[in-house]
Each structure stands twice: as C-alpha cells, then as structure tokens.
C-alpha cells in the first residue's frame, strides 16, 4: 500500500499553475455574464418599455447563481472531502465550462418567446453550482501543498483567478466593442466570449488531470479520518465559525460587485460612459487588485490572516464615504481613482481570506466548510449587491450607497474580530 509519504508529490509550479488556471476560467465565464447582464441580456432576453424594470430582472438572475453556489459547495464539497480534491476539481469546471457555452447558444426572447429568460436562468444555475465547487478545491489544492509559514501565499494564487479572469472578460468585450458594430454585437458577437470559453475549459482540464491528490488529504485517509456526510458534520460541529467566517467574508463581495457589476451599470447609464470609454477605467482598477493580492498575502502571513483582514475592512469602512465624491463626479480621474481605490481595497482582503477560511475547519470537513463559507457570504454580500445599489442609488443618491457598503464592512470587522478571539481560544470553537 502506498502511503501519503511514498506518493508522488506535486511540485510548486504544478500545484500553482493548477489551482490558478482553474479559477481564472471559472472567473472568466462568471464574469462575461455579469457583464452581459448590464449590456445585452436586459435588451434580448427581457424585453420591457422601462429599461430600469429590464435591468432588474437581468440583475435578478446574475442573484441566481450566487444562492445556487452554496448547494454547488455542498455537493463538490461532500465528494471533495470523502473522495478527493482532484476528481471533485475536474466535475466542477466541466459544469461551469458547459453551463457558460450553454448561455452563449442560447436563442432569444425574439425567437422562443418566455422559454429564453428559463433558459438562461437554468444554464446560470449550473454555473453557480460550478463554481461553487470551484473555488474552495483550488484553495485546498494551494493551501494544503503549501510550506508552513507560506499558506496564505500559496492560497493567493487561486485568488488571481479573479482579476485575470476579469480583465480577459472585459478585453474580449472590449475588442467585440472596437470591432463590430452594436447591430453586429447584439446579433451574435456578444456571444463569441461564452462559446470560446470552452478552449480555455480544455486547457485547464488537462492541467487538473495532471496533478496528484494534497498530502493533508492522503494523510487523511490513512488516519481514517472521513466523515459520512461532511455537510452534516460542518452544520453539527463547526456552527459558529461558519456563521463567523460567512460574515467576515461578507464585505470583501459586496464591495467587489459594487466596483464590478453596479458601477458598470451606473457608468453606462447614468454618467454616460460607453462600453469602450468604461470597461478600460474597470481593467485599470483591476490591475491594482491583482497587484494588492499577493502584497497583502505576504502582509497576512507575517502578521496574521484576521489581523491583515481586519485592517483591510476598516479601508472598505471608510472607503464607503467616498462613494459620491469621487463616483458621483463623474468625471475620469474621479471614477478612475474611484475604482482603483475599491478594488485595491477588495484585493487586500482577497488576498489573505483563502488562508483564513481554510484553516477555520479540520482537513475532513475542510472543501465543504471552506465552500460553505465562502458561497454564503457571496450570498450575503454579493448577490443583493447591484440591484440594492441600483435601488438605492436612484432613490437616494451615491452616497446611500456607500453606507450600505460600510454597513456591511462594519458587520465584517466585527466577525473577524471574533473570529481572531476563537483562535486565540479554542475551547470557545463551535
């Protein structure tokens, strides 16, 4: 019998390369149809005399996927636990991956009436399930292959994964934009982003397939550590640092798709951006949350992964009086530094929350816990987020908005705080 210290080890460059592509793709195709619910759905597939009604029923199935990603974690994470990181990691892109092509094949309200708008709900579902199995198998596969002293840089990398599928989202809509017409683009371009996604899918299942099981999960099974049902024993024994961890994951969504889906929305339609003149603006801010990542997961793992994350919530706090100064100005300096601002805040919480998230539960619970906590606060703080914005902003300016943001940092800090108190005393750990 081969034993976890006989097995063939997966080296750094494997594992890291493995745990980002994965996640690049998942992030990619989630974030082509957040930025499609802006631009096209709301046209073709909800026709409505009032344009604001069309963009709150396109935002009302962007929401979907976010309530399906928890089941998606229950599910990937069960089998994550009980058979193993790297099968669960391979089912759970392919869902996503024909989820996203689904979309892009889909006929419109023009052509099969109400079954449209079904089927698009049906294909988004299947890709929060996708990535709701997604994103704690990649941190797993980083974190639990990493050096000790070196988790929350190696948990970052499945992190990048959100900045680099986001600007290879808004690049390729980007170029759509500069080369086609908008007759062109309604017809048929918008859908070239879903439809080639299924390259990318290729290129990272045969990364995956490539890899070996983590050592933390092998040791597991020697020890015959296995659960019967992960999701059971996460609800029973691990209650309260669920509950914690989902709040203090909560601000870090809520600010990224205010920054992401909101303020595309805004800038296109209220302040009057096209699509060419705002998504460079969003791809600048996106670089400085790349570049934050792993700066603040060098920061975490010296100082500590709550301590990091509670400085970088306090930044969101405040960051949220800044909404109509600097948004509401309107003008490029002003929404640039404004987005540059947000989502170098997002990537200084990003950064070190894999790590923390992970560590919160035992390695024989840990992908349903790690993907429990991290899809419910995507709940929590994500998927209200652009239609509460979008609500609040018309019915009371800019500025309403930055304080429901720093309403939900406040929340956040709060749980971290008792979060960092439960470590320091693990007698309290429920």
Not at 378 to 398: E, F, R
């Amino acid at each position: 019998m081969t034993t976890s210290a006989d097995a063939p080890k997966n080296s750094p460059a494997r594992v890291l390369f493995a745990s980002l592509v994965g996640t690049t793709i998942e992030f990619f195709d989630f974030y082509i149809y957040a930025t499609a619910a802006v631009l096209v759905f709301p046209k073709l597939f909800f026709p409505s005399s009032d344009p604001s009604s069309a963009m709150l029923q396109s935002f009302a199935t962007f929401a979907i996927a976010f309530f399906a990603r928890p089941v998606g974690a229950a599910v990937f994470g069960h089998f994550g636990d009980r058979v193993g990181r790297k099968a669960t990691l391979v089912a759970a892109l392919m869902l996503m991956g024909f989820s996203t092509v689904a979309i892009g094949l889909l006929p419109t309200y023009a052509q099969i009436g109400v079954a449209a708008p079904l089927l698009l709900a049906l294909f988004r579902l299947g890709q929060g399930l996708g990535l709701g199995g997604e994103w704690g198998g990649a941190v797993l596969l980083a974190t639990e292959n990493a050096p000790k002293g070196k988790e929350a840089w190696y948990g970052m990398f499945p992190q990048l994964g959100a900045p680099i599928g986001f600007i290879c989202s808004a690049l390729s809509f980007l170029v759509l934009s500069w080369t086609l017409t908008d007759e062109q683009f309604f017809a048929w371009g918008w859908r070239i982003p879903f439809v080639a996604s299924a390259l990318l899918v290729i290129v990272g299942l045969y990364v995956r397939l490539k890899i070996t099981e983590t050592p933390a999960f092998r040791a597991a099974l020697e020890r015959h550590e296995r659960v019967r049902v992960p999701f059971a024993a996460v609800m029973r024994d691990h209650t309260g640092l669920l509950a914690l961890g989902t709040l203090g994951a909560t601000a870090t969504f809520t600010v990224f798709y205010l920054m992401t889906v909101f303020a595309l929305s805004w800038g296109t339609g209220v302040l009057n951006y096209t699509r060419g003149e705002f998504l460079p603006l969003q791809m600048l801010g996106m670089v400085v949350f790349g570049l934050t990542i792993p700066f603040s997961a060098r920061i975490a793992d010296r100082v500590g992964r709550e301590r990091a994350l509670i400085w970088a919530t306090i930044g969101i706090f405040l960051f949220g009086f800044l909404f109509q100064p600097l948004f509401g100005a309107g003008d490029v300096v002003s929404v640039a530094l404004f987005l540059m601002l947000g989502l170098g805040l997002m990537g200084c919480t990003y950064g070190p929350l894999s790590a923390a998230l992970a560590e919160l539960f035992p390695t024989a619970v840990r992908y349903t816990g790690a993907s429990l906590t991290f899809n419910l606060a995507g709940i929590l703080g994500a998927s209200p987020a652009p239609y509460v914005a979008t609500y609040l902003a018309k019915a009371y300016g800019l500025a309403a908005v930055g304080w429901y943001l720093s309403a939900m940092a406040v929340l956040t800090a709060i749980a971290l705080v008792a979060v960092a108190r439960r470590r320091e005393t693990p007698a309290l750990a429920v």
